[in-house]
């Protein structure tokens, strides 16, 4: 799983460079797939891309909140 973010990572590097736009990133639970050490390492890489990412993820308390990070709790949206 983490070559997989690591490719998903270096192909978004690439099209920042060669098309001077930043791409957004859409990942889908992928905090479940990891351990917590690996899970702090991609989030510090997320980050330093300085891009727009979107990050599914049913535990949200394994991520650590700094001022870069912003959450949305859809639960919260859908009416019942």
């Known amino acids: 799983?983490?070559?997989?973010?690591?490719?998903i990572l270096a192909y978004s590097l690439s099209l920042k460079k060669?098309?001077?736009?930043s791409p957004i990133i859409i990942l889908d639970e992928v905090?479940?797939?990891?351990d917590n050490d690996n899970i702090h390492k991609i989030i510090?890489?997320?980050?330093?891309i300085?891009?727009?990412?979107?990050i599914t993820t049913t535990e949200?308390?394994?991520i650590q909140i700094n001022k870069k990070i912003?959450?949305?709790n859809l639960t919260k949206l859908v009416s019942h």
């Not at 060669?18 to 736009?21: E, T, Y």
């Not at 905090?31 to 990891?34: E, K, M, T, V």
């Not at 300085?50 to 979107?54: K, M, W």
């Open 1 to 7: 799983k983490v070559i997989i973010f690591a490719i």
């Open 18 to 21: 060669i098309s001077q736009r």
């Open 31 to 34: 905090i479940s797939h990891l």
């Open 44 to 48: 510090s890489e997320i980050l330093d």
């Open 50 to 54: 300085d891009t727009q990412i979107f």
């Open 60 to 62: 949200k308390e394994r």
């Open 70 to 72: 912003n959450f949305i």
